[in-house]
């Protein structure tokens, strides 16, 4: 895997990053990981609580709890401001990880793309720093990009900091981008603009098709959501034609959030925060 941390977007927090994982595992003691009981948090937390059980670190995980004054020693996920991205208390060893925006890319101009730094990218730098080369970390590897997936950033404007994150990942071997078409088992029930029987079809097909039949049969399936002001082109572009696969994935990246939902709705948030972080340790997928 490449250094996540080096990449162009974590440049305005590497220092404090490093120095607080740093600092955090110097000092033997158990690492409490504290983080609000939402998808996003459970994302967050995910990779870290992998990188800790493969260096054999000791730790506890807290959602939902309330920060007590005394509290020390802890990784603090806080998915409800924009703040610096990561901010280091050396006096009682709190590393708090919050959302901030981030320079990823140039435009043709060299202007500047800014784009957001979610928590659960940052936190997948913080987990290859404590574990390098960690075998559930790089499991994890592919879900860097999710916290860009769900951010509402993609449903209006390109996302630059998700476009880096997906080339850094694809170049390294972590993920493939292919089209819904070559996703064994898409999740499609969710979007009223894809017939799943219509899908199945052209997938059936799909070999045999050229470059310009692809792309009209494609166009033709979604021609709903070309009409209607949601999904966005961009978040459009990437459920049809980018799709997020990794190793052993039956599903795409998008697809697994989807299903995730059913989890929510079906136990208490803080159950459902668990059954997400576990799967994810344990499976490398939702």
Not at 178 to 194: A, G, K, R
Not at 276 to 286: A, F
Request: proline letters at 5%.
């Amino acid at each position: 895997m490449r250094d996540l941390i080096s990449a162009e977007p974590f440049s305005p927090i590497e220092h404090s990053v490093r120095n607080a994982v740093s600092e955090l595992m110097n000092t033997k003691l158990p690492v409490t990981i504290i983080s609000e009981t939402n998808l996003q948090g459970s994302l967050s937390v995910a990779p870290i609580e992998a990188a800790l059980l493969e260096s054999n670190i000791q730790y506890r995980r807290r959602l939902g709890s309330h920060i007590s004054d005394g509290i020390e020693n802890c990784i603090i996920i806080d998915t409800s401001r924009e703040g610096k991205g990561a901010e280091w208390n050396a006096e009682r060893n709190i590393l708090t990880v919050t959302e901030t925006m981030s320079v990823a890319l140039s435009g043709h101009q060299g202007d500047p793309k800014v784009g957001p730094l979610t928590t659960v990218s940052i936190c997948h730098c913080i987990a290859q720093l404590i574990s390098p080369s960690g075998p559930k970390v790089r499991r994890m590897r592919p879900w860097a990009i999710s916290g860009n997936w769900i951010h509402n950033c993609m449903d209006m404007t390109y996302d630059p900091v998700y476009a880096s994150l997906k080339d850094t990942l694809r170049s390294e071997g972590s993920i493939r981008v292919v089209p819904i078409t070559e996703v064994p088992m898409p999740s499609v029930e969710n979007l009223d603009f894809i017939d799943s029987e219509k899908l199945q079809e052209i997938s059936s097909r799909w070999d045999s098709m050229g470059n310009e039949g692809r792309a009209r049969t494609i166009s033709h399936l979604v021609r709903g959501a070309l009409q209607s002001t949601t999904p966005s082109t961009s978040r459009l572009e990437e459920i049809v034609w980018s799709c997020i696969m990794a190793p052993g994935w039956k599903s795409d990246l998008a697809s697994q959030i989807r299903l995730s939902s059913s989890i929510w709705k079906d136990n208490d948030k803080r159950i459902a925060s668990s059954k997400i972080i576990d799967s994810l340790i344990r499976n490398g997928n939702l």
